[in-house]
């Protein structure tokens, strides 16, 4: 018979399912509970919670992205700027944000997705690498290079 997992590998925290008894929590650790697929699969690997193999599941899907920015901790995917303002749903309501990325590249994107905030078990292998500018801050880093 085996043991169930009364602790996260990773982040070390209690089992939320069973502690109080069903209740839904990022930190459950029975992958049963869980349709087949990748996070169910990390799961087992690396016999952790569900919020840690959520984080494990975006480092694998999403590492080689230029598009991943971490910024002041919370991890956001900036895609390409869609002008069809009706084609689909877009993340923040479509609203036009800008990044500087730590290498200088600027990203500009009316469908940025926020994934939420890096757990501390992850901040040093997902480190911040972009940070927020304004509208004004593009536009006068924009003129300089004319």
């Known amino acids: 018979m085996e043991t169930k997992l009364t602790h996260c590998s990773v982040c070390g925290k209690e089992d939320g399912y069973r502690n109080p008894p069903k209740q839904v929590s ?35 899907k999403l590492k080689n992205n230029p598009r991943w920015l971490i910024i002041d901790g919370q991890s956001y995917v900036f895609n390409p700027y869609n002008e069809n303002n009706y084609s689909y749903f877009k993340g923040f309501g479509g609203r036009v944000m800008y990044a ?10 009316n469908d940025v997705w926020h994934q939420g905030e ?8 997902i480190p911040d690498n972009a940070k927020f500018i304004t509208k004004e801050q593009y536009e006068i880093m924009d003129s300089k290079k004319k």
């Open 26 to 60: 990022p930190t459950t650790l029975d992958p049963d509970e869980f349709i087949e697929g990748d996070i169910k699969r990390i799961m087992i690997e690396k016999k952790c919670c569900f919020s840690c193999a959520f984080w494990f599941d975006k480092i694998e």
């Open 100 to 109: 500087q990325k730590t290498d200088g590249t600027v990203l500009i994107s």
């Open 118 to 125: 890096i757990p501390e078990a992850f901040k040093q292998i």
